[in-house]
């Protein structure tokens, strides 16, 4: 059987080397050392998002999958 990749594996948690701007909100500040999500767009850009913002993005991901797995069922 051939081998499924992941194709959101740039979707990661990561720690904060430095402080980073929330890619969701620029009022949201990442602080060194703290969790937050992180993703690429385009390969190598990583875009990153405080832990408030991740559920939501997260959330919408996940409809838009499951939105498609539907669409491939009919
Ligand atoms: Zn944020």
Redesign the pocket.
Known sequence: MAVVRNIVKTFRIETSAGERK?H??KD?IIKPGEQHFAYEETPGHRLN??M??APAILEKAKKHIEDIIEEIKK
């Open positions: 929330c969701v909100s949201h998002v405080c408030q913002c």
